[in-house]
């Protein structure tokens, strides 16, 4: 292998690292909040809708790469990029819940109102722009995206496992439910500041 095969692999393990663990999308960079919140009360749900996630990010980051590269900037329309992005990402969530209600019915019930707050995830949005702002190409994109989503439903199955942990714990009136809940997140985020020494 060359140095410059080298220097890719690198920047793509550095990418993968950096983008699921390091900089974790809900953890460090506070995207994505609504579902992680509303969707991490069961394990099995929280893996879902994780799935999902991965499925539409890392879609979305490919598609939005090939439309802004090949439409946008060859007609120098880049300033029109997140209105595409938000009709990119819409039309890959539609697909996702219907794939889920014909294939997955059970799952699609139990994601309920959160299935389609994907579209409204700012994570999906946030994803496309930053591949743009650091000039990712499609490919580094699509894994930038697909890490991003890894970190994210890591993120979301630990809550979840911890709140299934918490139910049958005594805790204080006043911090019962939500409270609790912002608690073990920030708490896990510090958590995740140890990942900073790996980069």
Known sequence: MGGADMNTIKQL??????????NNVVLSQFLGLCPFLGVSKKIKTAAGMGTAVIFVITLASGVAGVIYRFVLQKFGLEYLQTIVFILVIAALVQFVEMFLRKCMHTLYEALGVYLPLITTNCAV??????NVQKEYGILTGMLNGFATAVGFTVSIVI???LREKM???DIPKPFRGMPAVLLTAGLMAIAFCGFSGLL
């Open 13 to 22: 393990f550095v990418i993968l690292i950096g983008s699921s663990l390091v």
């Open 125 to 130: 949005l946030g994803v496309a722009l930053t």
């Open 159 to 161: 809550l979840a496992g």
């Open 167 to 169: 139910e049958y714990n």
